[in-house]
């Protein structure tokens, strides 16, 4: 008898007299989860997820709740979470984790395990492991008599105890895959009831190291369904294409089983329906099954000018297998088909012959709510989300997902990169004996169990594409065993490659794929070549402000043929919404759960939206970068527009053409273009008009509902002029005193603090633009992002946050303008100085130099000044890049124009708050109120942020990243202006270590000079 109730007081008596049952090569002293070598007991072998229908109306639905075989297990289950000698019940919602139920602890680690000191002996555990129980009841339905019942788990983590009626039906450790259990010797007439045991860790939880919140019970959707004794057990579906990629070819092999105890004769047919409801290919067979065995049946097809399935025409067929006995029908499967041929051709994979870019980002399973549980609805939304900015294809990170993630990319058409559940990061890749567990023999079965049941379970689906066989868990062995039996599975199948990073140029993966290349990198390996094709796995960590060069990367993708994409980490903040003590919302990350708990932070909020979807400003980069078409200047006044799509002209869009002047529409065009995939033309640009102004020309391509897929910004010629400010006004005088500094007239009042050398007052037509003294002053340091202290930069360029000393002071009266030159001494050993023009209008000319510094000194976050306006002066227009944040490393995505926003729209809530707001190729920028405001322009672009928040509000006094959130961010009253000459880059190609291009970057080495005008109304 297992030990597996030693330590609790069971739910009801009825628990007190279970009987375990024994595995074969189990260890007698051993429960389950302790036990190497149990991976499962009484879990049926993997197979396709399908649900069975009593006739061909209900299965054409494809919805699961409208068969009479089908019942839905989610909702309120009774719960006992039992930690030690802490004990409680009470209610959880099912599926959904109990961490954040209010049971247990949330813990997030990266590499790390998050027990035993996070580098523990496998397969040792903690002598005590939290374990949850759940528990409810059901009813068998009347029609379901004489059928086989099966209890379908979803996902459940980690260690899972099934029981119904005080037996124990079986265990499962693979928390990612679906495990099945057939009920019919245990049930009852009337109430059953089903106990579920789950042990937060057990020695499969040293293959389930993966970079989320490490979190437990059930994760997915728990339910019955049944079948005839005689039954459609599982099948197989080829449909590929013919050498020509015109015709389809169709396979259909499937397994019949009779679990009765006499022989049964049957009819098995097929129909397969094009999406108008016409039959393209049906047959039939007789078969016969003995007692309690199967059978076999399969069918060949040809279709003749099959529609094809890619990401870009995701055309599905439907697939209805079809079980009759003694002339009636007994039951009826569903199962949609997409006919793509996938083949390796040299270092090219080819997609129906065309070797496509995979414009990818990896995904995990999150919900801010309710963990790793994601519903139907919210896992459309983000599929959608990521088509309609470009994204053709999902990394599975790093496990295979719930069946409706495969159903809605077979629909909505995403290429999908399946991950087996495999990762023991904690172990390293060493592949000496007591090391990686991926090249030690006595972990082999769980490797292959876990590979297989990815297999089995997914490879009917037409989106998934490319095989993997785990992530960051070593080499050696086990995975030289995985790889070998998913490619004899596919040698009769589809033929997708099998990929694995950690094998990186070994022979055990068909693709090359690398993690956090730059384009540096991108562009060598495009030049000197590969024999195999170029995939990064994950590649532009979307940490917080990050995905700077996103552009580069790509221009070489797009450059080099066997360069055929990558998958950004990752798609979303992995944070979980609770509220602080005054009842405000933030996301929490690693560390904000209980005490002194394993944490990496907030490295799980790498995602490129934020946990309630909210797109990241990065975002416009990525659908940029992905876009389909692309808009190069040519000669002649031409615009090259070229067809990035592989499988689909331009019939169904249309494409516009504005000519702006000095950022505001003037003129337009639309028309049309007969453009195949892969193939460009030109077309004339707008001419350069005569009138003085800067021109630029925005194209645009539409799609059939309107919505824009691609854009691009042409310059075209010509200057912003910057007009002149009128200096008159009431004569000037200065007041000076030992401390104090006043330029004056019955229209304004200018004052500096001497001893600082900052403005303490700028008002004009008793119009106080400065708010409580916080004037213009020197700025080099901005708030650090998560990139930022990845390579360790508020440390190495804590110079620049030092405040500057003032030199001197001098003042000077000519005419109707005064001028004040403030001169700095900096830390690093240079100087700055800050020349001031104050016109007698009110008008204010700020000129600014940066003198080079010693060799040997670090860059600058930033060059230029900052100051503080009222609240009020909250309305933001300019004319620059817009309208989302963008940085000289991230601005492709965001076009020059006239935009104009509240500040506090302006202000972007990464999970944990740093620099943010930034707007990059400024020529004018207006902060207005209903009466007053002031206006900014410079004879040469510059930047600028106007939060209602401080630098200080998004930063920390030390060099370790602070554990901040958005609640922690409240709007000032006030507006702080910070206008730039330069600003460095976020970066991103990787979060710990990485910084932006040297191009990217504000070199301290050189001289900078820049001004400002200031104008005021």
């Known amino acids: ?184 010797k245990y049930l009852v007439e009337g109430d059953n009831e089903l106990v579920i045991k789950i042990y937060r860790w057990s020695t499969s939880s040293y293959l389930e190291c993966q970079d989320f919140w490490r979190i437990s019970g059930i994760e997915r959707d728990v339910f019955l369904w049944s079948q005839p004794e005689l039954k459609i057990e599982d099948f197989t579906v080829v449909s590929s294409l013919d050498e020509n990629y015109s015709d389809g070819i169709f396979r259909l092999k499937t397994l019949i089983q009779n679990d009765s105890d006499a022989g049964a004769d049957f009819r098995l047919g097929y129909e397969l329906v094009d999406a108008a409801g016409n039959v393209v290919s049906s047959g039939s067979a007789d078969g016969s099954a003995g007692a309690d065995s199967g059978t076999e049946i399969s069918f060949d097809a040809g279709i003749a000018d099959v529609l094809k399935w890619t990401a870009e025409t995701p055309n599905l067929y439907r697939l209805f297998i079809t079980l009759s006995r003694d002339g009636k029908v007994s039951e009826v499967v569903p199962f949609n088909v997409g006919f793509r041929r996938f083949e390796l051709r040299g270092n090219l994979f080819l997609v129906n012959g065309q070797p496509v870019k995979f414009k990818g980002v990896n995904v995990h399973e999150h919900n801010e709510t309710t963990g ?11 599929l959608e989300l990521m088509k309609a900015h470009n994204i053709n294809a999902v990394r599975l990170c790093h496990y295979p997902q719930d069946r409706q993630f495969y159903e809605l990319c077979d629909e909505i058409g995403l290429y999908v990169y399946d991950e087996a559940n495999i990762e023991s990061h904690g172990r390293g890749y060493n592949l000496s004996k007591g090391h990686t567990l991926g090249n030690a023999p006595e972990w082999l079965d769980a490797h292959m169990e876990r590979t297989r049941n990815m297999f089995l379970r997914n490879r009917n689906y037409p989106c998934v594409t490319i095989w993997s066989l785990g992530n960051e868990a070593g080499n050696g062995y086990n995975f030289y065993n995985t790889y070998l039996y998913l490619k004899a599975q596919e040698k009769d199948l589809m033929n997708r490659p099998v990929n694995y990073e950690r094998a990186q140029w070994e022979w055990n993966t068909d693709m090359y794929v690398p993690q956090y290349p730059g384009a540096d990198w991108f562009n060598a390996i495009g030049e000197r070549g590969a024999d195999r094709p170029v995939c990064p796995s994950e590649y532009s960590h979307a940490m917080g402000n990050s995905n700077g060069n996103l552009i580069g990367q790509w221009e070489a993708i797009y450059r080099y043929p066997h360069l055929q994409g990558g998958f950004i980490w990752d798609w979303v903040d992995q944070g979980i919404l609770v509220k602080n003590d005054e009842g405000r919302p933030y996301w929490a990350y690693g560390g904000d759960f209980g005490e002194n708990q394993p944490s990496d932070a907030n490295f799980c909020c790498n995602g490129i939206v934020n946990p309630d979807r909210n797109p990241h400003p990065a975002m416009a980069e990525v659908k940029y970068a992905y876009q389909n078409f692309s808009f190069e200047p040519a000669d002649g006044g031409k615009v090259k527009i070229f067809n990035r799509f592989y499988f689909t002209d331009t019939d169904d869009y249309s494409f516009t053409m504005t000519l702006l002047k000095d950022g505001k529409p003037c003129q337009q065009k639309s028309f049309r273009l007969d453009l195949e995939p892969q193939t460009g033309t030109e077309v004339d640009l707008f001419a350069l008009p005569e009138t003085a102004g800067e021109y630029f020309v925005i194209l645009s391509a539409i799609d059939r509902s309107g919505y824009e897929v691609a854009k691009g910004q042409i310059y075209l010629g010509g200057k912003y002029e910057v007009a002149e400010a009128n200096a008159d006004g009431p004569a000037l005088k200065i007041d000076e005193s030992d401390s104090d500094l006043t330029v004056s007239s019955s229209r304004l009042a200018f004052s500096i603090d001497k001893t600082t050398g900052n403005v303490t007052s700028y008002r004009v037509r008793n119009v106080e633009y400065i708010k409580d003294g916080f004037g213009f002053r020197p700025s080099f340091w901005r708030a650090p992002t998560d990139n930022d202290y990845g390579c360790a930069m508020p440390a190495r360029l804590a110079v620049w946050k030092s405040d500057p000393v003032v030199k001197s002071v001098n003042t000077e009266v000519a005419g109707n303008e005064a001028s004040v030159k403030v001169v700095y001494d900096l830390e690093a050993g240079n100087s700055f100085s800050m020349d001031y023009t104050i016109m007698a209008s009110g008008a204010l000319k700020v000129l600014c130099r940066f003198g080079a510094c010693p060799e040997g000194t670090p860059g600058l976050p930033r060059v230029g000044l900052r100051f503080r306006i009222p609240a009020e002066y909250s309305n933001a227009g300019w004319y620059g890049r ?18 104009s926003a509240d500040v506090r729209d302006l202000y972007y809530p990464y999970v944990r708050p740093q620099e943010n707001g930034h707007h990059t190729d400024v020529r004018r920028l207006s902060l ?51 206008l730039d000459h330069l600003h460095r880059g976020v970066g991103g190609y990787d979060s710990w270590g990485s910084e932006p291009e040297p191009y990217h970057c504000v070199p301290s080495d050189r001289d900078y000079e820049f001004s400002f005008l200031i104008q005021v109304r």
């Open 1 to 184: 008898m297992r030990r597996v109730f030693s330590s609790i007081i069971v739910l009801s008596a009825m628990l007190a007299g279970i009987q375990m049952a024994k595995g074969a090569d189990a260890d007698e002293s051993l429960p389950y989860h302790r036990d190497l070598s149990v991976l499962s007991v009484g879990k049926l072998p993997a197979r396709t997820t399908f649900m069975t229908y009593g006739d061909r109306e209900s299965a054409a639905t494809f919805d699961y709740g409208r068969s009479p075989y089908y019942k839905l297990l989610n909702g309120e289950w009774d719960f006992r979470y039992v930690e030690g000698e802490t004990e409680k019940t009470g209610k959880i919602t099912v599926p959904g984790n109990w961490e954040v139920q209010g049971y247990g602890t949330a813990i997030y680690v990266n590499q790390p395990y998050e027990f035993l000191g996070g580098h523990p002996t496998p397969p040792s555990l903690p002598d005590i492991i939290p374990y949850g129980v759940y528990s409810r009841t059901f009813r068998v339905p009347e029609s379901w008599k004489g059928r086989n019942v099966y209890l379908h788990l979803a996902g459940a983590k980690s260690g899972v105890y099934v029981y119904v009626n005080g037996n124990e039906v079986g265990y499962n450790e693979d928390s990612k895959d679906p495990a099945e259990f057939l009920l019919d």
């Open 372 to 382: 790793h549980y994601v519903p139907r609805e919210l896992c459309r939304k983000d």
């Open 882 to 899: 817009g309208p989302e944040e963008n940085y000289v490393d991230r601005k492709a995505g965001t076009l020059i124009g006239c935009y």
């Open 928 to 978: 207005s109120g209903k009466k007053h405001g002031l206006t900014i322009t410079s004879d040469v672009p510059f930047e600028f942020n106007a939060l209602r928040n401080s630098i200080e509000d998004f930063d920390t006094e030390g060099f370790v990243r602070p554990q901040s959130h958005i609640c922690d961010i409240v709007p000032r009253a006030y507006v702080e202006v910070c």
